[in-house]
Nanobody, 126 residues
Framework: QVQLVESGGDSVQPGSSLRLSCAAS????????IGWFRQAPGKEREGVLCVSNSEDIIYYDESLKGRFTGSRDNAKNTVYLRLNNLKPEDTAVYYC???????????????????WGPGTQVTVSS
């Protein structure tokens, strides 16, 4: 069974950029779409975007388009989430997940996704 692990989270100042990684072990991510989610303190987990197996991007939160983007490197068995111009409201634990299908789900409902990583913390403050 594939296991996902996120990395790249950090404490940064507003306006900074980060690249989060979602690495897989125990299997290949090459055939799977990967969803990125985040959960801020006291809030529900929400969808950020999805990267399909052909690297199409679906934004689950349209307001993040222009600042966040996704990509993948199947040779490294890794999917990325690039966060630009970070704001304090982006502070959250970021998760990657797979629903074991190549196309992205149209809607970013967490219950569509089966296997999850443990998350990586992103904190944005001055």
């Amino acid at each position: 069974q594939v296991q996902l692990v996120e990395s790249g989270g950090d404490s940064v100042q507003p306006g900074s950029s980060l690249r989060l990684s979602c690495a897989a072990s125990g299997g290949s991510l090459g055939d799977d779409a990967i969803g990125w989610f985040r959960q801020a303190p006291g809030k529900e987990r929400e969808g950020v975007l999805c990267v399909s197996n052909s690297e199409d991007i679906i934004y689950y939160d349209e307001s993040l388009k222009g600042r966040f983007t996704g990509s993948r490197d199947n040779a490294k068995n890794t999917v990325y989430l690039r966060l630009n111009n970070l704001k304090p409201e982006d502070t959250a634990v970021y998760y990657c997940a797979t629903g074991h299908r190549g196309a992205c789900f149209v809607y970013g409902y967490p219950q569509n996704y089966v296997d999850w990583g443990p998350g990586t913390q992103v904190t944005v403050s001055s």
